[in-house]
């Protein structure tokens, strides 16, 4: 049977207020017309909602009934569109320390600025569960990732300061340091096939690796070593002209950077921002 929304937010209002003058005066509508809808709504479902007395109602067993079903389901898209409202101008995102601090983070503010009203608001770990209303951007395999959800397939090569970089060109042995991956279903970093490409041999390297991209990363920095990483991370510091590639080629690798379920952050704000994550890395 169809009612009228109309009648049953009016009958609603006057249940939860007890008149209505007080339902008239919440929906904006007059006495008048809230007592309109109510009669409508009895004479739809051929039963008396409301006993009417001088100067005051009282629900009937069947408005009882009727107004705690009616007020729970208001109750509940009312929940609904705030938390959707909500979602569409807040993105919460959970990713790896790395991508973070070496990417996401130094952009936001431009984002935000060309995008007013939305709020960013970043966690970072390795962790993969996935919690509600937060966006996961992830590291994985290829192997493992559907290609919808994949963000940026990654290469890998080795980055230092220019100083390191002349005293590696000169040098008998020189240090490389890469990543060894906390969760143990990835495969290691392609470092070998790195030097076989590039015709490294690998009696020259010292080869450490850390379980956080960001010791290698800091390590190079301070002109300590190579890091053999991925060639998103330090986009901007070759940018920036902190870090010069080895003068060598990226090896290709099976690892990306995706979302999970991507196709289910179907809000506006959730499009806009992995459209724009996707230019950015």
Known sequence: MQVSLQALKAFESAARHGSFKAAAHELSLTPTAISHHVQNLESRLNVSLFHRKVRKIELTEAGKKLALAATSGFRTIAMAIDEIKFSGNNILISTTTALASMR??????????????????????????????????????????????????????????????????????????????????LPPAPVHAWLEMNGIEQSKVEYVTYDQELIGIQEALLGKALVFCSTTLTAPLITAGIFHSFNS???????????????????????AFLLWLEKLL
């Open 249 to 271: 080629k990226p090896v290709d690798t099976e690892f990306c950077f995706y979302c999970p379920d991507k196709e289910k952050y179907d809000t506006r704000t959730h499009e």
């Open 104 to 185: 996401l983070i130094p952009a936001i503010e431009e984002y935000m600025r060309l995008h007013p009203g939305v709020l960013i608001d970043v966690s970072t770990g390795e962790s993969f569960d996935n919690y509600p209303n937060t966006l996961p951007i992830r590291f994985g395999s290829t192997e493992s990732v559907k290609t919808s959800d994949i963000l940026k397939h990654e290469k890998f090569d080795a980055f230092g300061t220019p100083s390191y970089l002349d005293f590696s060109s000169k040098a008998d042995r020189f240090k490389i340091i890469s990543t060894r991956w906390k969760n143990r279903k």
